[in-house]
């Protein structure tokens, strides 16, 4: 067979979302599936694959073979190489061109059908701006013609019909960045899942299926609910109320729907969750021997076999078998576990809403009269401390982490479930990696600037970097949302900030994780300047990004197009200026820095200046006329910055003074 001829077999992955794309591919016989966050397409013969990927040159779909599948490999280096496949097939042209109108077709269908569940969701939800009615009118118009004369026409002129998808790809992309959009308000996620993920591969999770020799497990898991209330040891009449919610809780049709019974029965269980969980808690630290649904209770929110379903069900318990080493290492920690650690002293309690640490709660409390102990009695409380952090970081966070305001419930139901438990955990290992993937790209993430002194070697002040690493809380539950709890830890600046995961991620867990990274270079910035944070004399991230934002209209250096798509940007985002950077940092992250041009020059420069590439990536894009300013104006001024240091370093040298630690990892964060 032909080097550019490729069989896939039925569920064999040609391509996967932000793939770079190098080739085009035309099917030649068979079906593919063409998958997204918001849903799926199919197509067949005489389809192309990948194109709407070869504008920025970075794949937005995942493609996965429907049927067997052989397809005609093409090497391109951008959608302008078009025109020569189709002078290839040319018979083949009529039947490309109407494939494509037909993938915009099922697209807009599913625009339309998340636009109307968008209203529903939030009245005040409006239509992006950059959609003209009069495209959708197009497409809908050229859907009505008949097939012999779309046929003839297509046919007629092969450039005609390159310059059509060309333009049509164009329109894809801007669909596709808008249901990108829209799923995310909606929280769902119908992305290709594949059977394996090397996260799960890694794992020491042994065979994470169900099967009916795991039928005794159900045995141990039958009437969770009644093991855990009397391993709280509520009262009888708690507890009966408690068992009758659950009752009419399960027997509801809909348990996700938005009927003022079903609301109120979920509001009622997620009262009584919080007061158990405590009960639970506290008598777990002194038992050696938990029992699995004790665990499983703690850790990821499982409270009912009915309500989790039983392969859900057997699953969480394999999961809870490979033991607390799969959710934990020195930066990850389980609730439960961070809770322990909070209740013995070995971690400070997270801030509140109202952004009070517990010292300066206690003694409110106390000047309002509301806490009658002596201050260094109820600083030093360890049930106390447990109780501010339940009450603030665990119920607020829970909440937030689920993603979907009108529906929380805290306890795992198969209703909430959207992809397979093993495909959705969140491991320690697998936010690591992920975290490591986006600090090679961005290597100064999490270093901060600090003050050094060293008396002895007459160093009376010296600006140096240091790495602060976040401390990451998974939440038991099934979410689709990261929190930024707070960005450092009390005051201190040198402090490591607090981040937010559900231990069974529903969409993507790259995406949510990149957001909040975002977040918090939004947030440090903003801590680190105080109340300069927004005055564009003082140059930092936050003062020139919220200048652009304020005033990008009377901006010159904008395209009108650029100007309705950022104000476009601004309304889905409410007007939060945290948030639009996070969307634009996310971009940096997943497609400038492989050379994809989709920010405008002014984002670019910003995060270019302040979210700097490590030096590989740096070294590759300075020959792209669209990168080379911005990366030169960074390294000269890096270079200038590390001159000292290194002028420094010299001097120690000759005078045989040791080199504190603090000046050396300066000088290799400069070398990044």
Same mark, same amino acid.
């Given at each position: ?9 039925? *569920? ?15 099917? @030649?016989?068979?079906?593919? #599936? ?5 849903? =799926? ?18 794949? @937005? ?15 391109? /280096?951008?959608?302008?190489?078009? +025109? ?39 009245? /005040? ?29 297509? *046919? ?66 039958? *009437? ?16 009966? /109320? ?16 938005? #009927? ?98 517990? +010292? ?23 049930? $106390? ?8 970081? &665990? ?12 529906? &929380? ?31 090679? !790209? ?16 007459? !160093?009376?002040? %010296? ?8 401390? !990451? ?5 099934? *979410? ?6 707070? +960005? ?11 981040? %937010? ?24 910035? =903003? ?23 304020? &005033?990008?209209?009377?901006?010159? #250096? ?19 200026? /945290? ?72 001097? $120690? ?20």
């Amino acid at each position: 067979m032909e080097d550019n001829i490729i069989e896939l077999k039925q *569920g064999e992955v040609l391509l996967r979302t932000n793939d770079e794309i190098k080739c085009l591919y035309l099917i @030649l016989s068979g079906e593919a #599936d063409i998958y997204s966050r918001y849903g =799926r397409i199919s197509t067949s013969a005489g389809s192309i694959l990948g194109l709407s990927g070869s504008l920025y040159g970075l794949s @937005l779909y995942n493609y996965v073979a429907k049927s067997d599948c052989i397809l005609r490999k093409f090497t391109v /280096s951008g959608i302008s190489d078009l +025109e020569k496949i189709l002078r290839e097939y040319p018979d083949m042209v009529p039947d490309i061109v109407i494939l494509n109108e037909h993938f915009i077709m099922e697209l807009i269908k599913l625009y339309l059908s998340m636009m109307i569940k968008c209203k529903r969701k939030d009245p /005040s939800f409006t239509p992006d701006s950059r959609l003209n009615k009069w495209v959708l009118d197009k497409h809908n118009g050229i859907a009505s013609i008949p097939e012999d004369i779309k046929k003839a026409y297509f *046919g007629a002129n092969i450039s005609n019909s390159a310059g059509i998808i060309i333009e049509n790809t164009e329109f894809i992309n801007l669909l596709h960045e808008i249901c990108l959009d829209m799923s995310e308000l909606l929280g769902i996620n119908n992305d290709y899942i594949p059977k394996q993920q090397n996260a799960a591969a890694r794992s020491p999770v042994p065979a994470l299926t169900f099967t009916k020799d795991d039928l005794f497990i159900l045995d141990e898991l039958k *009437g969770s609910l009644d093991k855990i209330l009397d391993y709280s040891e509520i009262d009888d009449d708690t507890r009966a /109320s408690v068992t009758d919610t659950f009752r009419r809780f399960k027997i509801c049709s809909d348990r996700l729907s938005s #009927d003022e019974n079903i609301r109120l029965l979920r509001k009622q269980i997620t009262g009584f969750f919080y007061d158990i969980y405590y009960k639970v808690f506290i008598k777990s630290i002194n038992d050696d021997a938990i029992p699995s649904y004790i665990y499983m209770f703690l850790n990821f929110g499982y409270m009912d076999e009915e309500l989790a379903g039983e392969e859900v069900s057997v699953l969480l318990y394999k999961i809870y078998k490979a033991g607390d080493s799969l959710f934990n290492n020195d930066n990850i920690f389980t609730m439960y576990r961070w809770l322990k650690l909070v209740m013995s002293g070995e971690k400070n309690p997270s801030r509140n809403n109202f952004d009070q640490s517990y +010292e300066e709660f206690i003694r409110q409390e106390i000047k309002n009269n509301s806490i009658d102990m002596p201050e260094e009695s109820a600083l030093n409380n360890c049930e $106390m401390k447990l109780r501010f952090e339940i009450d603030n970081l &665990f119920k607020s966070a829970n909440y937030m982490t689920y993603g979907r305001v009108s529906t &929380f419930v805290p306890v795992i139901i198969k209703e909430n479930i959207m992809k397979n438990i093993p495909d959705a955990m969140l491991s320690a290992d697998s936010v690591t990696d992920i975290i490591t993937r986006i600090k090679e !790209i961005d290597f100064s993430l999490f270093y901060r600037s600090i003050v050094y002194t060293n008396e002895e070697f007459g !160093i009376s002040k %010296l600006y140096v970097y240091e790495e602060y690493l976040p401390e !990451i809380i998974l939440t038991p539950c099934i *979410g689709s949302r990261g929190v930024l709890w707070q +960005e450092i830890n009390g005051r201190k600046r040198n402090s490591s900030a607090r981040m %937010l995961f559900p231990i069974f991620c529903n969409p993507v867990p790259e995406n949510i994780i990149l957001n909040v990274m975002g977040k918090y270079r939004w947030e440090i910035c =903003r801590r680190i300047q105080g109340s300069y944070w927004n005055v564009a004399t003082e140059k930092s991230l936050t003062s020139e990004y919220y200048d652009y934002l304020l &005033f990008y209209k009377k901006n010159k #250096d904008l395209s009108e197009q650029q100007k309705e798509k950022l104000k476009s940007l601004l309304i889905n985002c409410r007007n939060n200026y /945290s948030e639009v950077f996070a969307k634009d940092y996310e971009t940096w992250i997943n497609y400038e820095s492989r050379g994809a041009s989709k920010l405008n020059k002014i984002s670019r420069n910003i995060l270019a200046k302040y979210c700097p590439f490590n030096k590989d990536i740096r070294k590759v894009l300075r020959s792209n006329p669209i990168f080379t300013d911005c990366i030169d104006y960074y390294e000269r001024h890096m270079l200038n910055d590390r001159r000292k240091y290194d002028n420094l370093y010299k001097v $120690m040298q000759t005078k045989n003074i040791p080199i504190p630690k603090e000046i050396e990892e300066t000088r290799a964060y400069y070398s990044k």
